[in-house]
């Protein structure tokens, strides 16, 4: 049971209508990683720069993550962010990316990471992706995140990745991009027909849905009146998705990746409460698990046959 | 039991990336009966000219729907709805609109129809649905629709009638729109603070989500691989919705509601995979009641507790 996760190691300032924070510890690999953590051991492999410092390890080694392959440049710096949300919290508009150590990244990876029994590829360049796919054999089950850039500018090597995982974790219009197929069931099964077994659509604030090839499962987002800051939230389901499957014993069969999706969609919510990685940060299993059983409690009914007494000529 | 409808009884031109019809039988309350035909008595009032003629009069008839209230009006012209869909399903583009003898409708109802159990106030003027709402004061329970047309010119007359219904039926959008809250779980509580027990909002493919003072749940869009016309999936979700809960027998409390709003999805689905009323008039209730199981099956998941084995520190 070990769970490796290869995305970028950031800082974030990020604008919203609720606040805004300047350079917090942010990054795809960081957001999974801290999500995961309350399932299972997470081992984040990305560069940072002289300017991550022990306070970012920190937050890192509080929730237990193993930091060993967190690869540190002399004289660099860290990859960094600046974006602004207005009110529609589902669209980011980005100010400005500095790539930093993160332009000559060549993964690394300990014999501990390259053990791992699951494996997530954030977003990162496909070549990238498949270079570290290759160094983890073992992964029983391994999934990606892409964006629009890869699709418009790496089409091929974004297909070749897909084609050697288990699961894709994508926007559902990334899905759709992707694939030229606007309906996204047929965009769906079109992704499965490179490879995976899975295909996980995220929704925003509608939630997401799971496409194998016998069935459909979906949820929605959990209910909540104060969303301050949605970055990350992507990385948190994917963490909260793969971290409960990692800690899973037997088949990742549909019924425990419907579970999967439950603490994926609970991550997320808890994401999005606060800015960066306050709110996930200082969780705990007990307020992870009291959300999951609510949100079972939102979205199951009673499947009894209709009552009698209809008039209906049919 | 029984129910009546007030709203649109049209012919719509419609065109989509996957075909176009000239004139079908359309409008608020002709979707809405032929959805709620499946489970009770429907009673659609509304005007028509003389263009409406015994071939859409057949179609309501077979699936007996009452249509003693359908006011032939000598002369005049049926409501009459051109639009467009492009592969973004979800946004209409209406390209004509012309009242006919709807610019005059002065609604008057038989003592059958006054006599409704459940009512429905489909996208009319708001002063027309409070006109509505006090001829039927035996109603248990009553819902309506509305659009951005009334919350941007009849606002006033719209939460005036909103404080007299049961339930709001209403996309999202719109919701947030009615209430200047762009959080959707605070704006369904704003609704309700003007009277309603209950808020669904429609999101389209995504499906709809149910807010009472207590509770909320969602359900995600039935999947189709093939979506040819949206018109009218709204109404064939209140339909459904309403129709069920004038079919249940005793209180229509939490279970009933989120049973209803599965008739109501599954509804909605039938309508949108085939232009118009084509799907929907020639459905039956075995196989409403297998997609409706289907769907059941694409929403549960087994609330276990986590399994042991994880090594987080918290």
Redesign the interface.
């Known amino acids: ?1 070990s769970l490796t996760v290869v995305g970028s190691i950031a800082f974030d300032s990020v604008h919203t ?1 609720f606040g805004e924070r300047e350079r917090m510890l942010g990054g795809t690999a960081v957001h999974f990683s801290l999500a995961a ?5 997470v081992r984040p492999v990305g560069p940072v720069g002289e300017d991550f410092g022990p306070a970012e390890f920190e937050v890192l080694e ?3 993550v193993a930091t060993d392959d967190i690869e540190r440049v002399p004289g660099g710096q860290s990859f960094f962010w600046r974006g602004r949300y207005e ?2 919290l589902n669209v980011a508009h980005t100010e400005d990316t500095q790539l930093g150590v993160f332009a000559d990244f060549e993964p690394k990876l300990s014999e501990e990471s390259r053990a791992a029994d699951v494996l997530f590829l954030a977003n990162i360049q496909p070549d990238l992706q498949r270079q570290v796919r290759a160094l983890c054999p073992e992964a029983s089950f391994s999934a990606l995140d892409s964006m629009n850039l890869w699709i418009e500018t790496a089409r091929d090597s974004l297909l070749a990745a897909i084609a050697e995982v288990d699961c894709v974790i994508l926007n559902d219009a990334e899905i759709r991009q992707l694939t030229g197929e ?5 965009a769906a ?1 079109a992704v499965m027909e490179h490879g995976p077994r899975a295909v996980v659509a995220k ?1 925003g ?3 997401a ?1 799971l496409f194998t090839e016998e ?6 987002g959990f ?5 301050r800051d949605p970055t990350g939230a992507g990385d948190s389901f994917a963490g909260g998705f793969l971290g ?1 499957l990692d ?3 037997g088949d990742l069969d549909e ?1 425990c990746l ?2 999967a ?2 603490y994926g969609t609970v991550l997320a919510s808890f994401n999005v409460e606060a800015f960066g990685t306050e709110r996930v940060a200082g ?3 007990e307020e992870i ?1 009291e959300r ?2 609510q949100l ?12 009698s ?6």
């Open positions: 049971m209508p953590s309350f399932f299972t051991e509080r929730r237990g009110y529609d606007p309906n996204l069931a047929r099964r929704r604030e509608y939630g849905a069935s459909f499962f979906a949820l929605p209910p909540l009146e104060d969303v409960y800690s899973h014993e019924s419907r579970r999706m439950g969780l705990n299993r698990d999951f059983h079972h409690g939102m979205t199951q009914f009673e499947p009894l046959p209709a009552p007494g209809r008039v209906s000529p049919a």
